[in-house]
């Protein structure tokens, strides 16, 4: 049976058409430099963002934010190691720096080492809250970025320009700013919603402008970078209205960590590149890099986490679960994958799980013992759910084969 005449796609069948398929899509995972930011992570070892540097290559993650060079001796050691084992593998090094020459110093000194550049995102906060709070003005604001992007472009160094809470910012100040970089060198703008404080209306509203922006400074050649947080839960949907709305480059963190409520997912943001059929890989690693990034931070991944929380694909309930096994019995794999779920399980390397607990019924006893090669006799099923009805959680294996007398 074609999976298309059993699953009707709204998306591509109703007034408001689907966000076409971007040209081009590069992501720039976050993790070891805002990720770490999170209060609550631990520091990975240096060995565990090595290792977490090859699991993004894998995935074929084009680009890897790996720290501050200005957070001292510590922090620069790091970089440099991470930047040289990057040599060797397809994802590319870039650190975070101020708008400040003294902080992009080092990061000239470590590529000279390497004998490569290192790409610089040159930061600086562009809201008028901030520049009220901060006490700056515009004309020090375009100052600081005149001087340190043209410092790194003296040097060779790729700048990628970063306006910190652009989202809220003026025209104005955007335009006196993005403009400032751009006559300096900057290969590259990054709009950011710092505070994770706008919905998708806003993030098509500001390429919009921006795009236009660069085709009145004929620079349409400039790259443009989405960095948004999710202290509204919007992180994930704003970063795909970035890459439908012009966004070349996304910026993302394993689970999501990051400061405060965190930033856009980079594992469901891959999920959702490949459902949208906006990149074509294979994904089915992806929750070793998920499971690594959770084990070196610190950061245990929710039960509940879509796709790779461990009741993802688990189902008890009787209905759901009869539906997943009628599937599973008839041979399609990709059936049984979407029959009771919006993601293919075997798409990411995992699998539907039946179990037994109090909402089940005869059929998930049935599964869960001949999956296990156990006959699935009337007096077995009928003990293990009157053990089940009685719980107030799944019985684990050891409870279902007590329950059925099973040694």
């Given at each position: 049976m074609d999976k298309n005449k059993l699953i009707f796609d709204w998306a591509n069948n109703?007034?408001?058409?689907?966000?076409?398929?971007?040209?081009?899509?590069?992501?720039?995972?976050?993790?070891?430099?805002?990720?770490?930011?999170?209060?609550?992570?631990?520091?990975?070892?240096?060995?565990?963002?090595?290792?977490?540097?090859?699991?993004?290559?894998?995935?074929?993650?084009?680009?890897?934010?790996?720290?501050?060079?200005?957070?001292?001796?510590?922090?620069?050691?790091?970089?440099?190691?991470l930047a040289q084992e990057m040599t060797s593998l397809n994802i590319t090094p870039n650190v975070a720096c101020r708008t400040m020459i003294s902080d992009i110093e080092p990061v000239v000194e470590m590529s000279q080492k390497l004998g490569q550049p290192i790409e610089?995102?040159?930061?600086?906060?562009?809201?008028?809250?901030?520049?009220?709070?901060?006490?700056?003005?515009?004309?020090?604001m375009e100052k600081m970025v005149r001087d340190a992007v043209r410092f790194a472009n003296s040097h060779d160094l790729p700048v990628m320009f970063v306006t910190e809470d652009t989202v809220r910012s003026t025209?104005?100040?955007l335009r006196r700013l993005n403009g400032a970089a751009i006559e300096e060198?900057?290969?590259?703008?990054?709009i950011c919603d710092t505070v994770g404080g706008v919905d998708p209306t806003a993030v098509r509203n500001i390429f919009s402008w921006l795009n236009d922006f660069l085709a009145e400074k004929g620079a349409s050649h400039i790259g443009l970078d989405w960095h948004g947080h999710?202290?509204?839960?919007?992180?994930?949907?704003?970063?795909?209205?970035?890459?439908?709305?012009?966004?070349?480059?996304?910026?993302a963190c394993a689970q999501g960590i990051g400061e405060r409520a965190g930033n856009t997912e980079?594992?469901?943001?891959?999920?959702?590149?490949?459902?949208?059929?906006?990149?074509?890989?294979?994904?089915?690693?992806?929750?070793?890099?998920?499971?690594?990034?959770?084990?070196?931070?610190?950061?245990?991944v929710r039960g509940e986490y879509p796709v790779f929380g461990k009741?993802?694909?688990?189902t008890a309930t009787g209905v759901h679960a009869a539906a997943v096994i009628k599937a599973?019995?008839?041979?399609?794999?990709?059936?049984?994958?979407?029959?009771?779920?919006?993601?293919?399980?075997?798409?990411?390397?995992?699998?539907?799980?039946?179990?037994?607990g109090p909402m089940s019924g005869k059929s998930n006893v049935i599964w869960f013992l001949e999956q296990r090669g156990h006959e699935a006799t009337d007096q077995r099923v009928a003990d293990v759910l009157e053990c089940a009805k009685k719980s107030k959680s799944i019985l684990s294996e050891k409870q279902v084969f007590t329950a059925a007398k099973i040694n």
């Open positions: 109703g007034p408001h058409p689907a966000d076409a398929k971007p040209s081009s899509i590069q992501l720039v995972d976050e993790t070891l430099r805002d990720g770490l930011q999170c209060p609550s992570v631990s520091e990975p070892s240096l060995d565990e963002k090595i290792k977490l540097v090859h699991l993004m290559n894998d995935l074929g993650i084009d680009c890897a934010d790996i720290g501050l060079p200005g957070a001292g001796d510590v922090a620069r050691e790091h970089i440099m190691a610089v995102c040159a930061f600086i906060g562009s809201s008028p809250i901030r520049a009220y709070a901060e006490n700056w003005d515009l004309e020090r025209p104005e100040i060198g900057a290969n590259r703008l990054c999710r202290d509204r839960g919007l992180g994930l949907i704003n970063t795909l209205t970035a890459i439908a709305s012009g966004a070349d480059r996304a910026h980079m594992d469901l943001l891959l999920v959702n590149l490949k459902l949208l059929g906006w990149i074509d890989r294979d994904l089915r690693k992806l929750g070793d890099y998920v499971n690594f990034a959770a084990q070196a931070t610190g950061r245990p009741d993802a694909f688990e599973l019995k008839t041979g399609d794999k990709w059936l049984s994958d979407l029959v009771y779920s919006g993601v293919p399980a075997s798409d990411f390397g995992l699998e539907q799980i039946i179990s037994v």
